[in-house]
Structure formats: structure tokens, C-alpha cells
T-cell receptor, first 111, second 113 residues
């Protein structure tokens, strides 16, 4: 079973707008990671946030983590057509040596 | 610096057959994890290999087995294939720990007829 649940399942916005995706999980974690997957390709690691961090930035990406609500959000600012992809959150599931992925958000950036 | 490479890229099998998928990790990585990704779903963890041992296993039957070689490359074997085994099989590598950032290959698309 998958621990994380992304919301929304699909998101379509205009180029230049900001995109926000949310992830909820069920058990305590050591860290939470976000990945991007372009159609037919493997996943690409975007950012890792540890359980004692609340916010992290990387370029146009901003990730927040609220461990009290067991939730995280990924914000992509000034979106580009190349950001069109599926985005997944992944957690380490109570310290297990594995990643548990959600079902993902399909993001479409319209030119 | 080569990333994670997987072979073959596509494979078609029939029910009951056996299949072997291969993975070479990113240079410098010693841990290999395998995932199954059904269409429209997130990846599901199958198992992880470290120091040639299976360190962690997901909820997959014994029909799924694997191996890690001294050069850290890995194989995934699936016996008695079922229609439901049709999926994208992803290999990911990392250094040291299973919940470190994973580097993924582009996967093997397995279709069962």
C-alpha cells in the first residue's frame, strides 16, 4: 500500500503561473522527498526535507513540511512548459530502508 | 559519469514465463532498489540490495527474486508471470542508505500477453 497521497491528482495551469501540489502521509518519518517523472522516463530527485525542517528551497522549488499534520507541499514558481510531468512525494515509512511513494500529481503547463 | 542503466528497455512475455531484468547503478553507488510502477500509479517498492544481500522487501510474492553482484549491479527475476505483472520496472541506486536520494534508471517496460 502507498503511504503518501498527493493532491490534486491532476493540475493544469498557464505558463508563468505558480503550481502547488500537496502530499499527506500516515506514519512518522525521517525525511520526505519529492521526485519528478517525465512521460516514459525514470524519476528524478528534486528535493529532500528532513523531519526537523519546516521549509526548503531549491531554485524555483519550495517545499514545506508540517509533521504535526503529516503533510508537505511542493510549490513551483514561474512555471515553464518543461515542468510538465508527474510529481511524487516519497517517505521513508517509519525509518525503514525504503521509499514509499504516493500516486502522484500530473502537472500540465499550457503555453 | 554514467547514471543508472537498465536493460532491456522493452520486453514482451507470455503468462507462465520467466524474466530477468538487469541494472547497473550509478558510479560510486552501492545500494540498488527495485520498484514496480503500474500505469498511472506511483512506484511500489519490491526490494533493496546492499552488500549482495536483500536488506528490505516490499509486499511482493516469492515469484519476485533478485541478486546483487560484487560490482553492485543487480538483477530482478520474476517467475510464473501473470498478466498483472505488466508494468514499468524501475531500478534506483544510492550510496549507503535506502532512504537517501535515489537515482533512477528509465526502466524496463514489461508486457505480459
Amino acid at each position: 500500500s502507498q503511504q503518501g497521497e498527493e493532491d490534486p491528482q491532476a493540475l493544469s495551469i498557464q505558463e508563468g503561473e505558480n503550481a502547488t501540489m500537496n502530499c499527506s502521509y500516515k506514519t512518522s518519518i525521517n525525511n520526505l522527498q519529492w521526485y519528478r517523472q517525465n512521460s516514459g522516463r525514470g524519476l528524478v530527485h528534486l528535493i529532500l526535507i528532513r523531519s526537523n525542517e519546516r521549509e526548503k528551497h531549491s531554485g524555483r522549488l519550495r517545499v514545506t513540511l508540517d509533521t504535526s499534520k503529516k503533510s508537505s507541499s511542493l510549490l513551483i514558481t514561474a512555471s515553464r512548459a518543461a515542468d510538465t510531468a508527474s510529481y511524487f512525494c516519497a517517505t521513508d515509512g517509519q525509518g525503514a530502508q525504503k521509499l514509499v511513494f504516493g500516486q502522484g500529481t500530473r502537472l500540465t503547463i499550457n503555453p | 559519469d554514467a547514471g543508472v542503466t537498465q536493460s532491456p528497455t522493452h520486453l514482451i512475455k507470455t503468462r507462465g514465463q520467466q524474466v530477468t531484468l538487469r541494472c547497473s547503478p550509478k558510479s560510486g553507488h552501492d545500494t540498488v532498489s527495485w520498484y514496480q510502477q503500474a500505469l498511472g500509479q506511483g512506484p511500489q517498492f519490491i526490494f533493496q540490495y546492499y552488500e549482495e544481500e536483500e536488506r528490505q522487501r516490499g509486499n511482493f510474492p516469492d515469484r519476485f527474486s533478485g541478486h546483487q553482484f560484487p560490482n553492485y549491479s543487480s538483477e530482478l527475476n520474476v517467475n510464473a508471470l501473470l498478466l498483472g505483472d505488466s508494468a514499468l520496472y524501475l531500478c534506483a541506486s544510492s550510496f549507503g542508505g535506502g532512504y537517501q536520494p535515489q537515482h533512477f534508471g528509465d526502466g524496463t517496460r514489461l508486457s505480459i500477453l
